[in-house]
């Protein structure tokens, strides 16, 4: 009896401490706080309509990955946290271009007319080539009229770029990167296999030429070509500072956006209503379990109080795992954490009500409570395996993060619930129960 109360308390000090980790953790300068959803946190919820229709149709799934990429790394230029970005095909249109959309949701941005503008344009990304002794001559004539135009926006300096081929089209990537010797910002230029072969021919014959960058006509870098580059990889660097880098970056990433794309829907939630909406789960999360704890508590006595015990051990390892994963917490996620604190509570029903006919039966305490758990197992497993597996299904196939968040919380609530339902209500009703010489009823004797 001493080791099983041992075993109990163990799991009772370690719930605690888990109990603390998550308390200690929920600061609003944490580094480790509850990732919340666009609908708790607030946001934009945009989505894009894809145009393929100059596409093949063996090219338009790997078309709209490539759409997913770009766009994600544009928004990780601006700086969101925790965007998800998805593309979503519905197969009830004919129109191929209805069909294909793109869902973008940006948790803490509420101004969707300039996040829609950066995600949604389609700049045309090209570059040029100038030599520096033809640039020296127009910036010459240039200054010498006297004009207050700056020289990158005039258009008799610009007329000495000429087009190369390279097109926005040709860069598979821009990143950006530190250099190792002066710590200084530089942007590094990954290309496309056919882009890398036109680069290599490009900077091959062009050494100590300007290859201009245009964004829509405008310059934005013109970087001298010091050597042929052969592999598809460059690098430009030179007197950039951190936000010039990233800007240029994200410039660069715009060209290279391989569908265009319009908005066709938006929606913005602010965060007094995610709050709201934080604050109600969290009360449905209390009372739910207090009407619960209350009912086990009345109707089983004392195992209903270990079974609100073990509910508790298992509400805070719950919250634990959303923290340590991170699980992003959804309205939708929340319900489902909810719900399993039900098919939790559902496990210790199944063995109380079993310990009770077994008691019924003649057995002892410690006996019934045995039984109560081997033969409650079979039911408890099967039920919650075909939670788990339907909510697999769901996370497998869902077409939205309402329906993924809460298949994920689901899955996890299923798995975590079959271990205290069944490891810690058994170790603190051992611990609690007569020893097993007492409980045992005295055998008959038939003569």
Same mark, same amino acid.
């Given at each position: 009896?001493?080791?099983?109360?041992?075993?109990?308390?163990?799991?009772?000090?370690?719930?605690?401490?888990?109990?603390?980790?998550?308390?200690?953790?929920?600061?609003?300068?944490?580094?480790?706080?509850?990732?919340?959803?666009?609908?708790?946190?607030?946001?934009?919820?945009?989505?894009?309509?894809?145009?393929?229709?100059?596409?093949?149709?063996?090219?338009?799934?790997?078309?709209?990955?490539?759409?997913?990429?770009?766009?994600?790394?544009?928004?990780?230029?601006?700086?969101?946290?925790?965007?998800?970005?998805?593309?979503?095909?519905?197969?009830?249109?004919?129109?191929?271009?209805?069909?294909?959309?793109?869902?973008?949701?940006?948790?803490?941005?509420?101004?969707?007319?300039?996040?829609?503008? /950066?995600?949604?344009?389609?700049? $045309? +990304?090209? @570059?040029?080539?100038?030599?520096?002794?033809?640039?020296?001559? &127009?910036? %010459? =004539?240039?200054?010498?009229?006297?004009?207050?135009?700056?020289?990158?926006?005039?258009?008799?300096?610009?007329?000495?770029?000429?087009?190369?081929?390279?097109?926005?089209?040709?860069?598979?990537?821009?990143?950006?990167?530190?250099?190792?010797?002066?710590?200084?910002?530089?942007?590094?230029?990954?290309?496309?296999?056919?882009?890398?072969?036109?680069?290599?021919?490009?900077?091959?014959?062009?050494?100590?030429?300007?290859?201009?960058?245009?964004?829509?006509?405008?310059?934005?870098?013109?970087?001298?070509?010091?050597?042929?580059?052969?592999?598809?990889?460059?690098?430009?660097?030179?007197?950039?500072?951190?936000?010039? /880098?990233?800007?240029?970056?994200? $410039? +660069?990433? @715009?060209?290279?956006?391989?569908?265009?794309?319009?908005?066709? &829907?938006? %929606? =913005?939630?602010?965060p007094t209503l995610g709050q709201q909406a934080v604050r109600g789960g969290i009360l449905a999360g209390i009372v739910s379990f207090i009407i619960i704890?209350?009912?086990?508590?009345?109707?089983?006595?004392?195992?209903?109080?270990?079974?609100?015990?073990?509910?508790?051990?298992?509400?805070?390892?719950?919250?634990?795992?959303?923290?340590?994963?991170?699980?992003?917490?959804?309205?939708?996620?929340?319900?489902?954490?909810?719900?399993?604190?039900?098919?939790?509570?559902?496990?210790?029903?199944?063995?109380?009500?079993?310990?009770?006919?077994?008691?019924?039966?003649?057995?002892?305490?410690?006996?019934a409570m045995h039984e109560g758990f081997h033969r409650a197992w079979p039911s408890i497993r099967d039920s919650n395996v075909s939670s788990i597996i339907?909510?697999?299904?769901?996370?497998?196939?869902?077409?939205?993060?309402?329906?993924?968040?809460?298949?994920?919380?689901?899955?996890?609530?299923?798995?975590?619930?079959?271990?205290?339902?069944?490891?810690?209500?058994?170790?603190?009703?051992?611990?609690?129960?007569?020893?097993?010489?007492?409980?045992?009823?005295?055998?008959?004797?038939?003569?």
């Open positions: 009896m001493l080791k099983q109360r041992a075993k109990a308390f163990y799991v009772i000090v370690i719930a605690v401490l888990i109990g603390y980790f998550v308390y200690s953790t929920n600061g609003p300068d944490s580094s480790r706080p509850f990732r919340l959803g666009l609908d708790l946190s607030g946001g934009a919820h945009l989505v894009y309509k894809a145009d393929v229709s100059k596409l093949k149709s063996a090219d338009i799934a790997e078309s709209m990955t490539a759409l997913r990429d770009s766009v994600e790394r544009r928004i990780n230029v601006f700086g969101v946290s925790e965007p998800l970005v998805q593309t979503q095909q519905n197969a009830t249109l004919s129109s191929a271009e209805a069909a294909y959309k793109l869902i973008v949701e940006l948790p803490g941005i509420t101004d969707t007319k300039e996040a829609a503008a /950066a995600i949604g344009a389609t700049p $045309n +990304l090209e @570059f040029r080539l100038a030599s520096t002794t033809e640039l020296e001559k &127009a910036r %010459n =004539t240039i200054v010498s009229t006297g004009t207050t135009t700056p020289i990158e926006l005039d258009q008799s300096y610009l007329s000495n770029f000429k087009p190369t081929g390279l097109t926005g089209a040709t860069i598979a990537r821009a990143s950006l990167g530190f250099d190792q010797t002066t710590n200084q910002p530089i942007v590094q230029l990954t290309f496309t296999d056919e882009g890398r072969t036109l680069f290599s021919s490009v900077t091959r014959d062009n050494t100590g030429y300007l290859l201009g960058i245009f964004l829509d006509g405008v310059l934005i870098e013109a970087p001298v070509i010091r050597e042929q580059i052969p592999n598809g990889s460059a690098q430009i660097s030179g007197g950039f500072t951190l936000p010039t /880098a990233q800007t240029l970056v994200r $410039n +660069l990433n @715009f060209g290279a956006l391989p569908i265009p794309i319009s908005l066709i &829907a938006e %929606n =913005t939630i602010g704890g209350l009912f086990l508590i009345i109707w089983y006595r004392l195992p209903g109080l270990v079974a609100t015990i073990a509910l508790a051990i298992y509400t805070v390892i719950m919250l634990a795992i959303f923290k340590i994963l991170p699980v992003t917490l959804t309205a939708a996620g929340i319900a489902g954490f909810i719900i399993t604190i039900g098919m939790a509570v559902d496990a210790n029903i199944l063995i109380f009500e079993r310990m009770k006919e077994e008691t019924a039966r003649g057995r002892g305490v410690w006996d339907t909510g697999i299904i769901l996370y497998k196939f869902g077409s939205s993060s309402v329906i993924t968040g809460f298949a994920l919380v689901f899955i996890i609530g299923g798995l975590v619930s079959m271990f205290t339902a069944i490891t810690a209500s058994r170790l603190m009703l051992y611990a609690i129960s007569p020893s097993p010489k007492s409980s045992s009823p005295t055998p008959k004797i038939i003569k």
